[in-house]
């Protein structure tokens, strides 16, 4: 069973940034696609950036230029940065992992706010 813990959320102000952080449980990190989605209040869940075992990266369009996924995996561990975060950003984002099946963490919120 894999189980995936999201952490580096929180509120910042527009501009700034957050890297967020997902760690997964399992041996099979290594050869697995990894993912970050959100889901805004009111809004249905969105793809943000996608990451393949290969290194791979696809991001959504209302992120390009803006945000950067990455993985360790030495660490069991995919990464988020965020910069340039704007009001619209605000979300709980989900950290997501495919191998046959999909595998979801519990999700991290993110506030960007003044």
């Known amino acids: 069973q894999v189980q995936l813990v999201e952490s580096g959320g929180g509120l910042v102000q527009p501009g700034g940034s957050l890297r967020l952080s997902c760690t997964a449980s399992?041996?099979?990190?290594?050869?697995?696609?990894m993912g970050w989605y959100r889901q805004a209040p009111g809004k249905q869940r969105e793809s943000v950036a996608i990451?393949?075992?290969?290194?791979?990266?696809n991001y959504g369009d209302s992120v390009k230029g803006r945000f950067t996924i990455s993985r360790d995996n030495a660490k069991n561990t995919v990464y988020l940065q965020m910069n340039s975060l704007k009001p619209e950003d605000t979300a709980v984002y989900y950290c997501?992992?495919?191998?046959?099946?999909?595998?979801w963490g519990k999700g991290t919120l993110v506030t960007v706010s003044s």
């Open positions: 990451i393949s075992s290969g290194g791979s990266t």
């Open positions: 399992g041996s099979i990190f290594r050869i697995a696609a």
């Open positions: 997501n992992l495919v191998y046959g099946m999909d595998y």
